[in-house]
């Protein structure tokens, strides 16, 4: 039934946020497109639509008519996202003979211009349509989903879909098509998307850190360069021309060993890239006991500015990383934030430095205690007072997924245990470790160039750089959103900074 032919197929979008995988917009993620090319490829569906979940949300709640914006009113970043059908929803859906769901988080996040839609929130949208409903994406394993970190996660109810898969396009031989002729749903969307592209998955360490689902989900395995520069291809060929190599677990180990990197490998999948001349390539994940030298020049060399290598960090306590199984040390993260700063600080072209290595920390893993702070705050205070630049640095609450380790020994206890400090500990870092870190690497008077006006707050207009990680750019004027412009810092903000057109 899923691929079965000659039916009419609606993809709805709810978005997806996996450890390794982003799919919230601005960016796209692989499902939609993956899933949207196999139904092309395979099935000869009589029609695919793809709607967000922003389209349906505008139709259930607003009977499909965009509301009047008020010069002062903030946007409303729920029904934002639309696609090129909002208009025709109804319509769509009674149409519908298939129904394909895409959703899941599973590292929780706040997002600054779309709100991923819940298992909850959909299903009050859906019960009512009769056609065969195939919930697939995060939500669809048997991690299930949560939108909020520090909660345990929410399970499909089985009885409202008539399939629940994970991954509805598993094989790389079958991706390898899918993702061509996936691209094509780019003419649906009308708005700036990046691709995320999928360069690897599982991980190269099992059994991985205690909270993690990626070796759960996937054995280790990489995509060939071919595969992923013919998906490049096709991407530009649909007007897509920003990317990020960010769905794997570490873009160092591309091809590796797990223990040292293949520089070969990884400058035979980013040259070719490159020579596209795409205007933003980025990468993500990294792993910093995999950072060295040699491939950090290569990311340098051919992927554009403003790029991250967001280290899995966790913690910088000793105990906690050896009792959650971390994958780093911190002499090990030390080396990497240096050997990434001497190739990547230098400026590029759009402002911001080349390339910075990003830390990722989580609360309430096993073993955490008062101390675990202190020896975070001390380590990334060493940055700071090295000037060794970190893009930034995201703090989240672990969600505790059924099936990992941290589930079955501790679940919330550590969560529930120091719950009462997290509020201050983060502040700490935001006053002490964030505040100097983002006057170093965006020192006021610097111009960032072709800022995309986002969203309205009242009469501020916040903007973003196209890419992995772009900075938050706070302007004290209503620009005009989905333009573009070059701004001139003027100050800083805790986690964003604030400019003028330049
Ligand atoms: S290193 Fe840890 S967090 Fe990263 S993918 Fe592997 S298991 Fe997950």
């Known amino acids: 039934m899923v691929f079965s032919r000659n039916m009419t197929t609606t993809i709805i979008d709810c978005y997806t946020d996996e450890p390794a995988g982003l799919g919230v917009p601005p960016y796209l993620g692989t499902y939609p497109r993956y899933i949207y090319g196999r139904l092309k490829h395979d099935s000869r569906s009589e029609e695919i639509f793809y709607l967000t979940i922003d389209d349906i949300r505008l139709y259930r709640r607003y009977s499909s008519?965009?509301?009047?914006?008020?010069?002062?009113?903030?946007?409303?970043?729920n029904i934002l996202n639309l696609t090129r059908n909002w208009s025709r929803t109804k319509e769509i859906l009674s149409g519908t003979d298939r129904l394909i769901v895409i959703l899941g988080v599973h590292v929780p996040g706040k997002y600054l211009s779309a709100v991923p839609g819940t298992l909850k929130e959909v299903l009050g949208y859906i019960e009512g349509l009769r056609c065969y409903k195939i919930l697939t994406g995060p939500a669809a394993t048997e991690h299930g989903t949560q939108l909020e970190g520090g909660k345990f996660a929410k399970m499909p109810d089985k009885g409202a879909f008539d399939e629940t898969i994970a991954d509805?396009?598993?094989?790389?031989?079958?991706?390898?098509?899918?993702?061509?002729?996936g691209a094509e749903i780019q003419k649906q969307i009308s708005d700036l998307r990046i691709a995320e592209i999928e360069t690897g998955r599982g991980c190269t360490r099992y059994p991985g850190c205690s909270f993690c689902t990626e070796p759960l989900k996937h054995r280790l395995e990489f995509r060939e360069q071919r595969d992923i520069h013919q998906e490049i291809k096709a991407l530009i060929k649909n007007r897509i021309r920003h990317f990020r190599l960010g769905k794997q677990s570490c873009f160092y180990s591309y091809k590796s060993d797990g223990a040292n990197c293949n520089t070969k490998e990884i400058e035979k999948l980013l040259k070719p890239i490159s020579e596209m001349?795409?205007?933003?390539l980025h990468i993500d994940n990294a792993n910093p006991m995999m950072v060295d030298e040699p491939a950090t020049r290569l990311i340098v060399k051919y992927c554009t500015a403003g790029n991250t290598a967001a280290f899995g960090v966790e913690s910088f306590d000793p105990d906690v990383q050896e009792k959650n199984n971390l994958n780093c040390n911190n002499e090990g993260i030390y080396k990497a934030v240096r050997i990434i700063n001497k190739h990547g600080a230098?400026?590029?072209?759009?402002g911001m430095p080349k390339l910075l290595p990003g830390i990722n920390l989580l609360f309430g893993l096993?073993?955490?205690?008062?101390g675990s702070f202190e020896h975070n705050i001390s380590w990334l205070k060493r940055f700071v007072d090295e000037s060794l630049l970190l893009r930034r640095i995201n703090i989240r609450q672990v969600t505790p997924f059924e099936g990992t380790r941290l589930y079955s020994e501790a679940g919330s206890r550590f969560?529930?245990?120091?719950?009462?400090?997290?509020?201050?500990?983060?502040?700490?870092?935001?006053?002490?470790?964030?505040?100097?870190?983002?006057?170093l690497v965006t020192p006021a008077g610097i111009v960032l160039k072709q800022a995309r006006a986002e969203v309205y707050d009242g009469k501020n207009t916040f903007c973003r750089q196209v890419g992995t990680y772009p900075l938050i750019i706070g302007v004290k004027q209503r620009l005009k959103l989905g333009s573009s412009y070059d701004l001139r810092i003027t100050g800083h903000m805790l986690r964003s900074i604030t400019g003028e057109p330049a």
């Open 168 to 181: 509805l396009v598993t094989d790389y031989d079958d991706i390898a098509k899918a993702a061509v002729k």
């Open 65 to 77: 008519r965009i509301p009047e914006t008020k010069p002062n009113s903030k946007t409303n970043i």
């Open 415 to 439: 969560l529930k245990k120091n719950r009462k400090h997290y509020w201050k500990w983060r502040d700490s870092i935001r006053r002490s470790v964030d505040y100097p870190m983002l006057k």
């Open 366 to 370: 096993i073993g955490e205690n008062k």
């Open 277 to 280: 001349k795409p205007d933003v």
């Open 346 to 350: 230098a400026r590029g072209e759009n």
